[in-house]
């Protein structure tokens, strides 16, 4: 079977970027792909931020990407750009960490002047990673989720592009066998 790895680079627990991250891996599971969600806050922070890829946790999770054929990156903006755990999540991948593999990049943000985040910074970044194919972005406003008894809500106008966006990324992957 073949797999897919969200990334989720939220500080916080109770994150609308990570209960997208889980939407879109439960909606690429429908599709036969074993889909997975890594969540870089809960890694070791000492590791982490020392880059100790021999520590069991964080080796694993540079397994998980390794191993993955396509890649979401799930961020909120944070000073017009992606989340830096995020960033320091990246820096651990090998120079072509993606190499043959699609990325679907998102962001979550307070405001549409936020949007350029996944073109002007997340975007070339995956790039450089030597991706296969970056598909469409996509950019969800904080106030097309909330929460209804701890379960995340997309609006109508946001589910309906994020379902687009996710189907336009299905395709790029390579069938599961």
Do not use: C
């Not at 960490?97 to 996944?118: E, I, Q, W, Y």
Request: net charge neutral; no cysteine; charged share 20%.
């Amino acid at each position: 079977m073949s797999h897919i790895l969200v990334i989720s680079g939220s500080p916080s627990a109770t994150s609308k970027t990570e209960a997208i991250g889980d939407h879109v891996a439960r909606r690429l599971a429908e599709y036969e792909w074993h889909a997975g969600h890594l969540k870089v806050r809960t890694l070791p922070a000492a590791p982490l931020l020392s880059a100790d890829t021999t520590d069991p946790a964080i080796a694993e999770a540079l397994e998980r990407v390794a191993r993955a054929d396509g890649i979401v990156l799930a961020t909120p903006t944070y000073k017009a750009s992606f989340s830096g755990l995020l960033k320091t999540f990246l820096d651990l991948l090998p120079q072509y960490g993606f190499r043959d593999k699609a990325v679907l990049p998102l962001a979550t943000g307070g405001s549409m002047a936020h949007l350029l985040v996944l073109d002007y910074a997340l975007r070339p970044v995956a790039h450089s990673l030597g991706a296969r194919h970056v598909v469409q972005s996509f950019f969800l406003l904080n106030e097309h989720l909330t929460f209804r008894e701890g379960e995340p809500q997309l609006r109508p106008e946001g589910t309906r592009l994020l379902d687009d966006v996710i189907e336009q990324f299905r395709k790029s992957l390579i069938p599961p066998t």
